[in-house]
């Protein structure tokens, strides 16, 4: 049977979000500082990475499973949608507060061009929008 190619895309939006992530996560993690010399958000007394890490490692799990048809599609997709619609709220508000350093000192203030949570908040929306076309076609 011939792989959807929105979800062979699925997996690899949450392989990259996970490698990202973990990137993040390990800098953080093994040197204390943050990545890329960007302002380290906290939740819950932790950096925002660490959740986003395991966030990413539950988006990977999801779409693994529905790349190797271990799950149903209808099932594996609505997991999909809720993690990835939870990682859009929690990157999404993280990003509203880098927004007054990209309007002061413009793109040239981050290393990536955009605040880090900004680019895992474009991957959760890529995930999120994916994951609801895979839901409605039902592959």
């Known amino acids: 049977m011939k792989k959807d190619i929105k979800v062979v895309w699925l997996f690899m939006l949450s392989i990259a979000g996970l490698l990202f992530a973990g990137y993040l996560s390990g800098v953080k993690f093994f040197t204390e500082t943050c990545a890329f010399n960007e ?18 490692l539950v988006l990977t799990i999801f779409s693994f499973l529905l790349f190797t048809n271990r799950i149903e599609i209808k ?18 508000y993280f990003t509203l507060g880098e ?41």
């Not at 302002?39 to 990413?56: E, R």
């Not at 099932?75 to 999404?92: D, N």
């Not at 990536?112 to 929306?125: E, K, R, S």
């Open 75 to 92: 099932k594996g997709t609505r997991w999909t949608m809720i993690v990835s619609f939870l990682g859009i709220l929690f990157a999404g």
């Open 99 to 139: 927004l007054p350093v990209l309007f002061r000192d413009g793109f040239s203030a981050y290393a990536l061009v955009l605040p880090t949570c900004a680019l895992g908040l474009i991957f959760y929306i890529a995930i999120f929008v994916l994951a609801l076309k895979v839901s409605r076609k039902g592959v």
């Open 39 to 56: 302002s380290c958000p906290i939740f819950l007394g932790y950096p925002a990475c660490y959740f986003g890490f395991v966030m990413y």
